[in-house]
């Protein structure tokens, strides 16, 4: 086994707009404060906030109608 730790990925798509609806950038789903505390943030700082986005990813989809 190596003890070599992968660093957690930054979200950033770079599509970097914020929605004035949520506050949430429309590329990542983070806040302006995620996005600005990303480089100091430890890998479980970072992980939390990947666990946000799923939620946040999926509260921002508008249901379908239904036909």
Do not use: H
């Not at 086994?1 to 992968?6: A, K, L, W, Y």
């Not at 950033?12 to 949520?22: A, F, G, P, Q």
């Not at 505390?37 to 430890?42: H, I, L, P, T």
């Amino acid at each position: 086994m190596s003890d070599i730790t992968v660093p957690v990925p930054s979200p950033c798509t770079s599509v970097c707009r914020m929605s004035e609806r949520t506050g949430w950038c429309e590329g990542c789903f983070r806040t302006i404060g995620e996005i600005a505390a990303w480089s100091v943030m430890d890998d479980a700082e970072k992980r939390a906030v990947w666990r946000l986005l799923a939620e946040r990813r999926g509260a921002s989809t508008p249901p379908q109608s239904l036909p």
